[in-house]
């Protein structure tokens, strides 16, 4: 291999496989002004432990290169060994492995057997050079990707566009040298010199498999040519494969397809009508990723839409920087027709920080291209109302999708007939939007179908992570440990576990810990995440979850200055709804903990719009002070959930504790009842001093449900518990009767009966009455837990 290519790669100083130290390892830094690029992905994989790895690659991918920089690492690696007889030593590096004979793989398979300390690196063309007996890690990515291709023109002085290079180049190490070398910068000239590079054309009788830009196997037999032209090709070194033989596809060398075009155009082939057909044939079969690569190249936009529309969202992960390559620099107009493709691209750029404004293009292009698409094709109207549902989402806009998602869902329960990957992939958008700006159970709704319509990983990873996330934030930890083992049961590919995919999962998997006050747990799921703060769509979800655990770690000091420092990385964006509650409940929260009440007060100081923000405003309220602006915050909510059950209950006590007229024991009573039920800890949080006495009683002996004298029950009709609410509003008997719609001594009248059936003589010690057994959170008939009595009513509303 040319000593160039060599200098793409980066000596970098490595820990041990298995964490046991290496003998004299020698790092080689590279020095100032180095070409070397960075390859922790590939190093990862000595680290790995493995006693056997292949790195397979095309001629020019730089496996001769990985393998001596990794030599470097060893003292004493046998570099090159001659495996006609056992070789001393523990590393062996073996370059051009296709060419082993049967007996040195008997002799590595003896040596794998018999010396646990041994590990063997071989270098191949192709997988199956290596027996297939022999258990073993693979390396396949090799090629550049295009932030690591960024660096490596840079550093040689180019200006040339990254995507342009990869596309041209396909990221192989000798290609982007050569043109990092060259100076060039526009993507034709880019093109041009990939074409020139001496390069040797296949053989005439294979040389339409060079039309397309990737081969499948049926494409190959489409096209007329041998079946073992592929497997013949990759031992060549002149192709290489993406993803396995049997399920991916096939890439030629783009200097060697280039040479054999011209020679396929030279004999009269119609390069063009048989590209056009090759598209046809790999969405048929559906080979979505080929299509995809096919649609790109070819510039036919709504080709990439139905492979996307074909095979779902698992497409952008595994062709992200292809798409990125083929169509970064398309204006969004030209995508009005192709809304999935919009859409597609508006969410890889979306993690790009530097990128967001365009992805904002992208997405409301997306959404204009789907309403005018469903408009005129009726049956892709669910699947553009699931690109418009995700399109609102990401952009914050309008209801944030939930309407569309609703729209989507109705539709998919009347018909039953659309293709799996379609149906899946739909319901999985329309829970995230769902998740994200209406109710859980509708969103668990959504993910529940997507999980019975497709096993396909990436899907299957976003629902159980939906659930699980759903559930915990609820506050329903049973339920979601219950998602969360049945994720943790199943086997998922590293890259999604440890990608954006897996956001969900892991903001369930800490907010469960942190309930239990595991916060090694929650720093392990949290860690898997972090990177995601400043990228994905969930971050205000994940702030909020690292909030609680700083505030269960006592790091709330630290915590608050963390919130600040990544809420202002997104300054500049419009948030939802719900993402204001999260954030503004988190900020509270964190502020309290740590002593900055000031900053605690500013949610008493903003519209109130979210229950989460009642519960924020209803806690800073007790902690200054101000029992009667807790209760009327706490007395308007209708709590839904476990947690806001639990939380609304604890600052009830609180509430009825501080005003000392009424036993808080019962609301104290409910509160843990509760919390038991469904395993929650963090509601007692933060409470005042005799909200944090009464929680921390060794004994509470007051029944969740007390009876009169008698043991009687009592009950509120609807229209006493209108009252009560309107109570907490205001105390003119003039202004309820112009709010119920009745005259003022019907209001006088109702008002008697409710205090005498609450025991009580005043306004105020009817609100905490009622605070103290939950009759706020009830429905209007629900049964009164407060003891009877008959005195007449001598007071009035203070």
């Known amino acids: 291999m040319r000593s160039g290519t060599r200098d793409l790669v980066d000596a970098r100083k490595k820990s041990s496989p298995g964490g046991t130290p290496v003998r004299s390892m020698s790092p080689m830094a590279p020095s100032t002004g180095s070409t070397r690029v960075a390859r922790s992905r590939l190093d990862a994989v000595l680290r790995s432990g493995a006693r056997l790895i292949v790195v397979r690659g095309v001629r020019g991918a730089g496996k001769t290169s990985l393998l001596h920089r990794w030599a470097t690492w060893f003292d004493g690696a046998a570099w090159r060994p001659d495996l006609q007889e056992p070789p001393e030593q523990e590393l062996l590096l073996v370059d051009d492995a296709d060419d082993l004979t049967p007996r040195a793989w008997q002799i590595v398979e003896r040596l794998l057997d018999d010396r646990p300390a041994t590990r063997i690196v071989v270098a191949v063309r192709s997988a199956r050079s290596v027996p297939a ?97 592929l497997d013949d090709l990759e031992c060549e070194g002149v192709g290489w494969w993406i993803g396995c033989p049997t399920g991916g596809m096939f890439r030629l060398r783009p200097d060697v397809r280039a040479a054999t075009l011209l020679l396929a155009e030279a004999t009269g082939v119609d390069v063009a009508r048989l590209r056009e057909g090759a598209a046809a044939v790999l969405l048929d079969e559906g080979s ?170 990436l899907v299957s990873l976003l629902a159980h992570g939906g659930l699980a996330a759903s559930f915990a934030v609820d506050g329903d930890l049973p339920a979601a440990r219950m998602w969360l083992a049945e994720a943790e049961w199943r086997s998922w590919p590293e890259a999604l576990l440890n990608g954006t995919a897996a956001t969900l999962l892991r903001a369930a998997q800490a907010l469960v810990a942190v309930e239990q006050g595991d916060i090694e747990a929650a720093d392990i799921a949290l860690e898997a995440a972090r990177d995601s703060l400043d990228t994905s769509e969930h971050w205000a979800l994940l702030l909020g979850v690292e909030a609680l655990r700083d505030i269960v770690a006592t790091d709330a000091v630290v915590g608050l200055q963390r919130f600040f420092a990544v809420r202002g990385r ?153 009252l009560l609410r309107e109570l907490l509003e205001t105390t003119s008997s003039e202004e309820l009767s112009r709010r119920l719609f009745v005259s003022v001594n019907t209001v006088k009248s109702q008002r008697r009966s409710l205090y005498r059936k609450l025991g009580v003589r005043t306004r105020r010690e009817a609100l905490t009455a009622a605070m103290a057994h939950g009759l706020f959170d009830a429905t209007p008939d629900a049964i009164v837990a407060a003891p009877q009595s008959d005195a007449p009513d001598r007071g009035t509303a203070s």
């Open 133 to 229: 007996r022999l258990e073993m890690d693979v390396v396949a990515d090799l090629p550049l990707t295009s932030a690591e291709i960024g660096w490596y023109v840079a550093r040689r002085g180019s200006q040339a566009d990254p995507r342009a290079v990869l596309r041209a180049t396909a990221g192989l190490p000798d290609l982007v040298q050569r043109v990092a070398q060259s100076g060039v910068v526009a993507p034709s000239g880019i093109r041009r010199i990939v074409a020139e590079s001496p390069a040797v054309p296949l053989a005439a009788e294979d040389a339409l498999a060079a039309v397309p830009s990737v081969l499948t196997p049926g494409l190959v037999r489409w096209l007329g040519l041998r079946d073992d032209l």
């Open 288 to 457: 979505w990723a080929a299509a995809i690569a096919e649609g790109c190249d070819i510039g036919r936009y709504e080709l990439v839409e139905m492979a996307l529309l074909g095979g779902g969202v698992a497409m952008l992960r595994e062709r992200a920087d292809d798409l990125l390559a083929a169509l970064y620099d398309v204006a969004p107009g030209r995508l009005v027709d192709a809304p999935t493709v919009a859409l597609a691209l508006g969410m890889l750029f979306n993690v790009r920080r530097t990128w967001r404004l365009h992805a904002l293009d992208l997405f409301a292009t997306a959404v204009a291209g789907a309403r005018a698409v469903a408009s005129r094709v009726p049956d892709l109207r669910i699947a553009m109302l699931a690109v418009e549902s995700a399109a609102l989402r990401l952009s914050d806009g309008e209801d944030g999708g939930v309407s569309a998602a609703r729209e989507a869902i109705a539709l998919l329960q009347e018909r039953t007939a659309e293709p799996h990957a379609l149906v899946a992939d739909a319901y999985v958008q329309c829970g995230l939007s769902l998740l994200a700006g209406a109710d859980g159970a509708e969103a668990r709704y959504a993910f529940e179908r997507a999980l019975q319509r497709s096993p396909r990983p």
């Open 570 to 722: 997104h300054e500049g964006e419009s948030p939802s709804r719900a993402t204001t509650a999260i954030l503004t409940y988190a900020e509270t929260i964190l502020a309290l903990a740590a002593g900055e009440h000031d900053i605690a007060r500013r949610v008493l100081t903003v519209p109130v719009q979210h229950p989460v923000q009642r519960l924020a405003a209803a806690r800073v309220a007790l902690h200054s002070g101000d029992g009667e602006l807790a209760m009327r915050l706490l007395g308007g909510l209708e709590p839904a959930t476990p947690l806001e059950r639990v939380t609304v209950a604890a600052l009830n006590a609180t509430v009825v504790a501080l005003d000392g007229g009424q036993d808080p024991h019962p609301a104290v009573s409910r509160a843990r009842a509760i919390a038991d039920a469904y395993g929650l800890t963090t509601p007692f949080l933060l409470l005042p001093r005799v909200g944090r006495e009464l929680f921390e009683s060794a004994a509470i002996t007051a029944p969740a449900a007390p009876v009169d004298a008698r043991g009687a029950f009592v009950r509120l009709t609807p229209r006493e518990h209108v």
